[in-house]
Every structure is written in C-alpha cells, then in structure tokens.
C-alpha cells in the first residue's frame, strides 16, 4: 500500500515537475514575445516620432516661408508706397520748382519788356526834344538872317550913331532873349525827362510791390509747411520714444530669479534713458544757445559799424552847418565892404566938390582945420585898430584850424577805435565758428571711486607728539629710542628739502607720488617690524586720466605757490608801470568868437 502510495505520489510529482517546466517554457516564451512586442512597440513609436518631429519641422518652416513672403509682401507693398509718395513728392517739388522757374522767367521777362518801354519812352521824348530844338534852330536861324538882312540894307542908309547903339542893344537884347529862351526850353525837357523816369520808377514800385507779396506768400506756405513737417516730426520722436520704452520695459521679458537686481536694472535704465532725454534737450539748447551767441556778436559788430557810420554823418552834418554859417558871413562881410565902398565913394565926391571951389574959398576958418586934423587922427586910429582886429583875426584862424586838425584827428582816431572793435568782434564770432566746426567736444569720463584701505600702526608716533593714536583712538605710549629715530628721519627730510622739490618738479610733473618713491634711496629709513601699508588703486580723473589720489609731499605743494605769488607781483608791477595818463581833449561842436574862421 504504502509503495502504491509512493508510486502515484512520484507520478503526481513528476507530472507537476512537467507541468511546470511546459509553464516555465509557456512563460519564456511569452517574456520573448513580449520583449520582441515591445522592441516593436518601441521602433513603432520611434519611427512615428521622427515622422511627427519632421512633419512639425515642415510645417514650421512652411509657416516662415508663409510668414518671410508675408513680411516681403508686406515690405514690397509699403516700398512700393514709399517710392509712390517719393515720386509724388518728387513731382510736386519738380512742379513747384516748374513754376518758380517759370514765375522768375515771367518776371524776368516783364522786367526786360518795361525796360524796353521805359527806353523806347526816353528815346521818343529825346526824339521830340531833338525835333523841337532843331525846328527852334531853323525858326532862330531865318530870323537871324532876316535880321542880317535889313541890318545890312540899312548900312547904306545914313543913320545916326544913338540909333546904330540902339539897334546894337536891341540885337543883344533879343540874343539874351533866345538864351533865356533856350534855358527855358532845356528845362522844359529836363522835367519832361524827369516825369518820365518818376513814371517808370513808379511802375517799377508797383511791380516790386507785387513781387514781395508773392514772396510773402511763398515765406507763409513755406512756414506753415516747416510748421507742419515739425509737429510730424514731434509725433514720430514721441513715438519712438515710447517705442524705445516699451523694448526697453523689464515686465514684458518675463519673470526672474532676482527680481530685486531685475527691478534696480529696470530703474537705471529707465534713470539712463532720462538722462540720455535731458542730456540731448541740454545739448540741443547749447548749440542754440551758441548759435545765438554767434548772432549776437556779428550783430553788435555790424552795429559798431554802424554807429562808426552814423558819427561821420554826425561830424559831416556839423561840418556843413559851420560851413553855411561861414557863408553867411562872408555874405554879410561883403555887404558891410559894399556899403563902405559906398560911403567912401559918397565922402570921395563930397571932398572933391570943396576942391573944386577951392579957388573961392581961401579964407577957412581955424574950426575946419582942427575938425580936419581930428579926422586924420581918427583915420590913423581906425586904420591901427584895422591892423590889430586882423592880427586877432589871423589868431582866431589858427587857432580853429588846430582846434579843428585835434577834432579831425580825434573822430579818426574813434573811427580806428570802432572799426578795431567790430572787427575784433567779427573775428572772435569766427574764432567760434571755427572751434564749433573743428573742435570735438571733450568726453567726460565720469570717476570711478575706489576703496582704499590703510593699516596703521599701534606704537608709531609722531615727531612732536610724545604719544599716537591706535586703531581704536587711544593715545598708546612709545620709547625714547623709536622717538629718536623719528626726529632724525624728520631732520633728513628737512635737510633735503630742496632736493625733493627739483626732484619732483623735473622728474614727475603730473604723475602720481609715493611717500616711499619721493624719497632718495639713501634717506630712506632704517627696516622696523611695525610699518604702515597702504593699498590703494588711483582714481580715474575726469579730463587727463592720471591718478592723483597718491599723497603728495609738503615741499611740492610749497614751491608752485611761492612761484605763484612771485608771478602775482611780478604781473602788478608791470600794470603799475604800463599805466600811463593820457591827457582827454573835449573839443565843443559848437562855434564860438575865437574858433570862427574868418576866411575872407
């Protein structure tokens, strides 16, 4: 029984251990054709994502095609725009440019048509004045020969010599007659002349009339263009401003790590794009305002010309006044010299009368004779205070004229003074000009402040104080022996002086200085364990670029100034001496007794 048992169980167990190696062999199997699926699985999906990946990059760059031949359209269709209002202006301009053209030409030619009328008009007056004339000629020329004529039948004629005189006077009479008539004649044609150029002067005002209000229409269009191309050009400044705003906002690039660096970057730029506005606004009102400057000065120059101008006129305008009154009186001077020379032609007469009855009047009373001998008297008086009035006159006659070299000479002399100065100013607005043109303006480089730090020492103490102060400002105690030592470190500092200041003044003239590098190599002093080190980096300068933030010695600081106060003396002494007075002429414009010239 028991072996039955054991047989079947073995069967049992050898069909399980079967079984199990057919599930084993089942389960390989499947694990195989699972793993062969999934291989399969995996180039399937693998072969379907490289199709996807180019079906994504075909469809991207058909879509930058369809986007760059949009945008090439739509640059094509605003360069074709842009060249049809480039043509459209640039016909406008030829038309307007067409009809200026054509304008100027019209004007030109209506200026040479009334040139040619007003010559014509000359010519045809000039051809009745000749016509005229030549008629008055011919009707002067039978008269004279009728007049001949019977002067020459009447020759034969016994005629007395009262008539021949009178017939003589008639004859220059009448000659005087056809001057007087000639004279009249010749102004006649002188004012018809002169109505024809006041004519053709004013039709030329007309037409210059007209011109100018063309122009002043031209002048508005032009403005009211210029107007409109400025608040244009406003509008597009302001909307590249805020174009450049918006590239340059920080909340339109999306989201950073550091928002507080991103918000301060956001700030100075927003601070540098102020300041980059205010420096163009500044830099804008500076050339305006050097602009103007340049107008102001060539303005005050043509002004001192001016005014030079004006007191010529001044001075020729006194000049003639004092010359009208000469002439009055020397007009009135040579009416007195008449009346005298016919008072003396009267007192002639009446001596020559009593001459002449002379004969019958022997017996003259002694009252004649006294009367007559205070007459000579007076005469020899009056003919000394003659001589004498002319020397005073011949006085006076110098004297004007040095009064009036000395004004002559003074009024050249503003005239110079003027000119020198407009001149002066015409060339100071060149000189401006030129440094404007020529001259780039200097870039300011901003300094770069940079730390410095320095250790000091603890027990190292000054040469007049017995004590220092540490780092943390306590007076610290020292020996005797390190005093010692720094008086005669300060005693060989003080000994070479002098040598210190050539050093630095002809080796480093701008460069930078050391304590350790001022010093010459046999003064420096003795290695001690506590020293002071500096650490430090030069600052950038503004204008040079060379670091001077180096301590500089005392004697360097000393010596520019003592040369400083030297020139300073120097430069007063030399004032004093090249000041010189000049003695003022005030010359009056008004004429007096003494300055009269008395030219006659």
Same mark, same amino acid.
């Given at each position: 029984m028991e072996a039955d048992i054991i047989t079947d169980l073995r069967c049992k167990l050898k069909e399980v251990e079967e079984e199990r190696l057919k599930a084993a062999q089942y389960g390989l199997q499947l694990v @195989? %054709?699972?793993n062969e699926l999934q291989t399969q699985l995996d180039n399937c999906r693998n072969e379907i994502m490289t199709i996807t990946e180019s079906y994504e990059q075909e469809k991207y760059t058909l879509q930058r095609e369809v986007e760059l031949k949009s945008r090439m359209l739509e640059s094509l269709t605003s360069e074709c725009e842009a060249i049809k209002q480039d043509q459209k202006m640039h016909l406008e301009k030829l038309e307007e440019q067409l009809s200026r053209t054509h304008g100027q030409e019209v004007n030109e030619l209506k200026n040479k048509l009334e040139k040619l009328k007003a010559e014509l008009d000359e010519a045809r007056l000039s051809e009745k004045q000749l016509k005229h004339k030549v008629d008055h000629q011919k009707e002067l020329l039978s008269h004279k020969s009728e007049e001949m004529r019977v002067m020459s039948e009447r020759a034969h004629e016994t005629m007395s010599s009262e008539v021949l005189a009178l017939q003589t006077e008639l004859a220059d009479m009448e000659g005087v007659k056809t001057t007087l008539q000639e004279e009249v004649n010749e102004l006649q044609y002188r004012q018809e002349q002169l109505e024809l150029l006041n004519s053709n002067l004013m039709r030329q005002v007309d037409r210059l009339t007209e011109e100018k209000e063309d122009r002043e229409k031209e002048a508005i269009s032009y403005y009211s263009a210029l107007e409109k191309a400025r608040l244009a050009n406003q509008d597009l400044q302001v909307q590249l401003d805020q174009a450049l705003q918006q590239a340059l906002d920080p909340n339109s690039k999306g989201n950073s790590l550091f928002a507080e660096v991103e918000d301060r970057r956001a700030a100075m730029e927003r601070q540098l794009i %102020? !300041? +980059?506005?205010k420096y163009q606004s500044l830099k804008k009102q500076n050339a305006f305002n050097r602009e103007? !400057?340049? =107008? !102001? +000065?060539?303005? $005050?120059?043509?002004l001192l010309q001016m005014k030079g101008s004006q007191t010529e006129f001044e001075q020729q305008e006194r000049l003639f006044a004092m010359l009208e009154q000469k002439n009055g009186e020397i007009k009135h001077l040579l009416g007195e010299i008449r009346n005298l020379e016919k008072f003396k032609s009267l007192y002639e007469s009446m001596e /020559? +009368? *009593? %001459?002449?009855n002379s004969g019958a009047l022997k017996d003259t009373t002694y009252y004649t004779d006294l009367l007559q001998i205070k007459l000579n008297n007076s005469n020899k008086e009056n003919e000394s205070t003659k001589g004498e009035l002319s020397i005073q006159r011949m006085k006076a006659l110098f004297e004007s004229q040095r009064a009036l070299d000395i004004e002559r000479k003074l009024f050249a002399n503003e005239r110079c003074l003027q000119f020198s100065q /407009? @001149?002066? !100013?015409?060339?100071?607005a060149k000189i401006d000009e030129l440094k404007l043109k020529y001259e780039p303006e200097e870039k300011m480089e901003v *300094? $770069?402040? +940079?730390? =410095? =730090?320095e250790v000091l020492p603890v027990d190292v103490r000054t040469p007049d104080d017995g004590c220092v102060l540490s780092a943390s400002g306590e007076e610290v105690p020292r020996s005797p022996r390190q005093r010692e030592e720094a008086q005669s470190c300060a005693s060989h500092l003080e000994g070479n002086n002098l040598q210190l200041e050539k050093t630095v003044s002809v080796n480093t003239p701008g460069g930078p200085l050391s304590p350790r590098q001022s010093l010459p190599t046999s003064i420096q002093p003795a290695k001690e364990k506590k020293r002071v080190t500096l650490r430090e980096v030069p600052t950038v300068s503004a204008r040079s670029g060379n670091s001077l933030e180096a301590p500089r010695l005392d004697a360097e600081s000393e010596l520019p100034a003592e040369v400083k106060e030297e020139k300073e003396t120097a430069s007063k002494l030399e004032k004093k001496t090249c000041k010189k007075s000049h003695p003022i002429l005030y010359v009056s414009s008004k004429s007096t007794p003494e300055t009269q010239c008395p030219q006659q």
């Amino acid at each position: 029984m028991e072996a039955d048992i054991i047989t079947d169980l073995r069967c049992k167990l050898k069909e399980v251990e079967e079984e199990r190696l057919k599930a084993a062999q089942y389960g390989l199997q499947l694990v @195989e %054709s699972q793993n062969e699926l999934q291989t399969q699985l995996d180039n399937c999906r693998n072969e379907i994502m490289t199709i996807t990946e180019s079906y994504e990059q075909e469809k991207y760059t058909l879509q930058r095609e369809v986007e760059l031949k949009s945008r090439m359209l739509e640059s094509l269709t605003s360069e074709c725009e842009a060249i049809k209002q480039d043509q459209k202006m640039h016909l406008e301009k030829l038309e307007e440019q067409l009809s200026r053209t054509h304008g100027q030409e019209v004007n030109e030619l209506k200026n040479k048509l009334e040139k040619l009328k007003a010559e014509l008009d000359e010519a045809r007056l000039s051809e009745k004045q000749l016509k005229h004339k030549v008629d008055h000629q011919k009707e002067l020329l039978s008269h004279k020969s009728e007049e001949m004529r019977v002067m020459s039948e009447r020759a034969h004629e016994t005629m007395s010599s009262e008539v021949l005189a009178l017939q003589t006077e008639l004859a220059d009479m009448e000659g005087v007659k056809t001057t007087l008539q000639e004279e009249v004649n010749e102004l006649q044609y002188r004012q018809e002349q002169l109505e024809l150029l006041n004519s053709n002067l004013m039709r030329q005002v007309d037409r210059l009339t007209e011109e100018k209000e063309d122009r002043e229409k031209e002048a508005i269009s032009y403005y009211s263009a210029l107007e409109k191309a400025r608040l244009a050009n406003q509008d597009l400044q302001v909307q590249l401003d805020q174009a450049l705003q918006q590239a340059l906002d920080p909340n339109s690039k999306g989201n950073s790590l550091f928002a507080e660096v991103e918000d301060r970057r956001a700030a100075m730029e927003r601070q540098l794009i %102020s !300041m +980059k506005v205010k420096y163009q606004s500044l830099k804008k009102q500076n050339a305006f305002n050097r602009e103007q !400057m340049q =107008r !102001m +000065k060539l303005q $005050i120059a043509t002004l001192l010309q001016m005014k030079g101008s004006q007191t010529e006129f001044e001075q020729q305008e006194r000049l003639f006044a004092m010359l009208e009154q000469k002439n009055g009186e020397i007009k009135h001077l040579l009416g007195e010299i008449r009346n005298l020379e016919k008072f003396k032609s009267l007192y002639e007469s009446m001596e /020559s +009368k *009593p %001459s002449d009855n002379s004969g019958a009047l022997k017996d003259t009373t002694y009252y004649t004779d006294l009367l007559q001998i205070k007459l000579n008297n007076s005469n020899k008086e009056n003919e000394s205070t003659k001589g004498e009035l002319s020397i005073q006159r011949m006085k006076a006659l110098f004297e004007s004229q040095r009064a009036l070299d000395i004004e002559r000479k003074l009024f050249a002399n503003e005239r110079c003074l003027q000119f020198s100065q /407009s @001149e002066n !100013m015409r060339l100071r607005a060149k000189i401006d000009e030129l440094k404007l043109k020529y001259e780039p303006e200097e870039k300011m480089e901003v *300094p $770069i402040l +940079k730390k =410095r =730090r320095e250790v000091l020492p603890v027990d190292v103490r000054t040469p007049d104080d017995g004590c220092v102060l540490s780092a943390s400002g306590e007076e610290v105690p020292r020996s005797p022996r390190q005093r010692e030592e720094a008086q005669s470190c300060a005693s060989h500092l003080e000994g070479n002086n002098l040598q210190l200041e050539k050093t630095v003044s002809v080796n480093t003239p701008g460069g930078p200085l050391s304590p350790r590098q001022s010093l010459p190599t046999s003064i420096q002093p003795a290695k001690e364990k506590k020293r002071v080190t500096l650490r430090e980096v030069p600052t950038v300068s503004a204008r040079s670029g060379n670091s001077l933030e180096a301590p500089r010695l005392d004697a360097e600081s000393e010596l520019p100034a003592e040369v400083k106060e030297e020139k300073e003396t120097a430069s007063k002494l030399e004032k004093k001496t090249c000041k010189k007075s000049h003695p003022i002429l005030y010359v009056s414009s008004k004429s007096t007794p003494e300055t009269q010239c008395p030219q006659q």
